[in-house]
């Protein structure tokens, strides 16, 4: 069955836009992670939603914001961009919250120019 | 505070040897323990994960060693190949059974193992 999928793959921004990315789970699965990767603070934990309803948060600033549909489909957002918000954002689904083994896709790298 | 260290950035093995990765983490409270690979241009492969009631626990050519004393967990690779050189991470996972989520992983920084041919 077809993984999870990340679009746009690749994302230039100037600072002070706003970007909405998306993430597409495997079919079935109902939990959605977001991560932010960066060289200096590595993988960092965003938010998860489930059943449309964000249930946990990270340590990140209102400006970074997600949602969830129906379907699973997950979308994140974040406002007013800053040079230090470039990073590769990853997704990540899970069958159920608290599932160990979570799928991740390859991510959105973003540029804040 | 919270978090999930790696005792070595970088780790560079000959084909054919066994490599041992280590983490050390610092939240007691922890349930489970999961360590990902992530290959240039992925996004982290799940790889093995151990509860914290075990001590350790096998997959094919992975071992995980968790330690709770020293508050250690270790990933052992047997008979490494070159498809296993990739950065890999170690995360914890706390539980919670009433009201929110249970979901939130916290990564450590990630060890390049290398291996040659």
């Known amino acids: 069955k077809a993984g999870v999928t990340q679009t746009p793959r690749y994302l230039i921004k100037t600072r002070g836009q706003q970007v909405t990315l998306s993430c597409s789970p495997i079919?079935?699965?109902?939990?959605v992670s977001w991560y932010q990767q960066t060289p200096g603070q590595g993988l960092q934990f965003l938010f998860e939603?489930?059943?449309?309803?964000?249930?946990n948060k990270g340590n990140f600033p209102g400006r970074f914001s997600g949602r969830q549909f129906s379907n699973s489909r997950s979308e994140m957002n974040v406002s007013t961009l800053e040079l230090g918000d470039s990073a590769l954002y990853l997704c990540?689904?899970?069958?159920?919250?608290?599932?160990?083994?979570?799928?991740f896709g390859q991510g959105t790298r973003l540029t804040v120019v | 505070g919270e978090s999930v260290g790696l005792h070595l950035p970088t780790l560079s093995v000959q084909e054919g040897d066994n490599s041992i990765i280590n983490c050390a983490y610092s939240?007691?409270?922890?349930?489970?323990f999961i360590w990902y690979k992530q290959e240039s241009g992925k996004g982290p492969q799940f790889i093995i994960d151990?509860?914290?009631?075990?001590d350790k626990r096998q997959g094919q050519r992975v071992t995980v060693l968790l330690n709770k004393t020293v508050k250690h967990l270790s990933l052992q690779i047997a008979a490494t190949q070159p498809g296993d050189s990739a950065v890999y991470f170690c995360?914890?996972?706390?539980?919670?059974?009433?009201?929110?989520?249970?979901?939130?992983?916290?990564f450590g920084k990630g060890t390049l193992l290398t291996v040659n041919p």
């Open positions: 151990i509860r914290s009631n075990m």
């Open positions: 079919s079935g699965h109902r939990s």
């Open positions: 939603y489930f059943s449309e309803t964000q249930r």
């Open positions: 995360a914890e996972n706390m539980e919670r059974n009433s009201g929110g989520s249970n979901y939130k992983l916290t």
């Open positions: 939240n007691s409270a922890s349930d489970y």
């Open positions: 990540a689904s899970s069958l159920n919250t608290g599932s160990t083994e979570a799928f």
